[in-house]
C-alpha cells in the first residue's frame, strides 16, 4: 500500500474508530541508510534514502474536548487517550504528543485533537518509523491549524522532539530524510550545516533492502552508551565534535582507551566512507561504493559493535549471492540490511536470501 491508498485507508481507519470525517491527511516515508551509520550526531556525513512505500499516514481532525489527544493505530489497532499537558510515559503515543506540544501546544489545548495512523514501517527494522511518525504528525497538525512550516524546519523539530521529549539522543538524519528527501533518490547530508544533494542513483542496480528479524529498540542504553563514549572521545582529544578531526589524526585517535579509540575510529572511517561513496555513485563506480558498504559493516561490527549475529550472516550471506555490497543499515542491534544489487539478479538475490534465514524477509528493492 503506497501514496494515495495508504492516505485513503487512513481516512476510512479515522471514519470507522472516531464516527467522524478527518480534517486532514498526511504522511512521510522511512528511510534507509546507504553510508554514514552513528556519524549524524557526530557533525558528519550520512547517505540515507526516502523509501518509496514504506512509511507512516495520519489523519488528523479536531477533537471534542479540549487539550484531548485521542490517537488510534490501526496497524496495530491500539488506542491511547493522552492530555496536551502530559509528559512521556514511554509508550508509543509519547511521539505524537511530543510533536503536537512542540508544534501547537496551544491549539491543541483550546480544541483537542483526533488522530489516526498507519505504517507500513516494521517496527524496529532500523528504517525509521518513530522519524516518520514524527514527521507526519508535525505535518498534520501544522496544516490542520494553518501553520507554515518548511519541510527542513520540520526535521528540526522532529529530531528536538526525539531529543528532548522521547528522551534519545539521535542526530537528525532520519527526521531529515523523511522530511526533505525525495523517495528512491538518496541524500548526501552533511549533519553540521544541513546542506545537502541528491545523489545519482546507481545504473544498472538497485539497492534490497531485508530485515533480519532481530527488532532494535534504540531508547534502550546501548545507542545512548555509544553517544556518551563518542563525547568521551572528544575529550580526551579536545575538539567538540567529531567530525572535526579526518583520517589524518587517525594515529591520535589509535592512541586513546579501549574502546573509545575504536568508537571514535568508526566515526572518522564511516566519515571518510560518506564522503567516498558519494564521489563513486557520481563517477558510476558501483564496485566502490559496494566496497565501502562492506567495509562500513565491518566497521560497525568491529570498532562500533552495534551489529548482531543475525546481521552480519545476513551480510555474508548477501555477498555469497552477489550481492556488489552490503551493510546492516541503521542504529544497530538488529534491524535491517541494505545491499547492493544488479537488477538482473534481483529475483534470484531476494529468493535465495529469505532461504538462509527463517528469520529474513525482503522489505522493498529500491
Excluded at 254 to 274: F, K
Excluded at 290 to 296: I, K, R, T, Y
Amino acid at each position: 500500500m503506497t501514496g494515495p491508498d495508504q492516505l485513503s485507508a487512513v481516512a476510512t481507519a479515522y471514519r470507522g474508530h472516531f464516527g467522524d470525517e478527518p480534517e486532514v491527511l498526511a504522511s512521510a516515508p522511512g528511510r534507509v541508510n546507504l553510508l554514514g551509520e552513528h556519524t549524524d550526531y557526530n557533525g558528519g556525513y550520512v547517505l540515507p534514502m526516502a523509501l518509496n512505500g514504506l512509511g507512516v499516514s495520519i489523519a488528523i481532525g479536531r477533537g471534542p474536548a479540549p487539550g484531548v489527544v485521542e490517537a488510534y493505530s490501526d496497524t496495530f489497532h491500539a488506542s491511547e487517550t493522552r492530555n496536551i499537558t502530559d509528559s512521556k510515559e514511554g509508550r508509543w503515543s509519547d511521539y505524537v504528543l511530543g510533536c503536537l506540544k512542540f508544534a501547537a501546544e496551544t491549539e491543541v489545548a483550546k480544541t483537542g485533537v483526533r488522530i489516526a495512523l498507519i505504517t507500513t514501517l516494521p517496527m524496529g527494522a532500523g528504517l525509521s518509523s518513530s522519524a516518520a511518525l514524527e514527521v507526519a504528525s508535525i505535518k498534520a497538525v501544522t496544516e490542520l491549524y494553518g501553520k507554515q512550516m518548511s519541510a527542513v524546519d520540520t526535521a528540526i523539530m522532529a529530531r528536538a522532539v526525539e531529543n528532548d521529549f522521547v528522551g534519545m539522543p539521535c542526530g537528525i538524519m532520519d527526521q531529515f530524510a523523511s522530511a526533505v528527501g525525495d523517495p528512491g533518490t538518496a541524500l548526501f547530508l552533511n549533519t553540521r550545516t544541513l546542506a545537502f544533494d541528491p545523489a545519482p542513483s546507481p545504473v544498472g542496480a538497485s539497492f534490497v533492502i531485508v530485515h533480519s528479524g532481530v527488532s532494535h529498540q534504540l531508547t534502550d542504553d546501548g545507542y545512548a552508551t555509544r553517544v556518551a563514549e563518542c563525547n568521551a572521545a572528544c575529550a580526551e582529544l579536545g575538539v567538540d565534535i567529531l567530525s572535526d578531526l579526518g583520517p589524518a589524526d587517525l594515529e591520535r585517535i589509535n592512541a586513546l582507551s579501549d574502546p573509545l579509540d575504536r568508537r571514535a575510529r568508526h566515526i572518522i572511517t564511516d566519515n571518510q566512507r560518506a564522503l567516498d561513496g558519494i564521489a563513486a555513485l557520481k563517477a558510476g563506480d558501483l564496485p566502490e561504493f559496494g566496497a565501502l558498504m562492506v567495509s562500513s559493516h565491518a566497521s560497525q561490527r568491529d570498532d562500533f559493535e552495534i551489529t548482531v549475529p543475525e546481521t552480519d550472516a545476513l551480510v555474508e550471506a548477501a555477498m555469497a549471492l552477489g550481492a556488489i555490497g552490503a551493510r546492516q543499515t541503521g542504529g544497530g542491534w538488529g534491524g535491517s540490511v541494505v545491499a547492493l544489487v544488479k537488477d538482473s539478479d534481483i529475483e534470484r538475490f531476494s529468493a535465495g536470501i529469505v532461504e538462509t534465514s527463517e528469520q529474513a524477509r525482503v522489505l522493498a528493492v529500491t
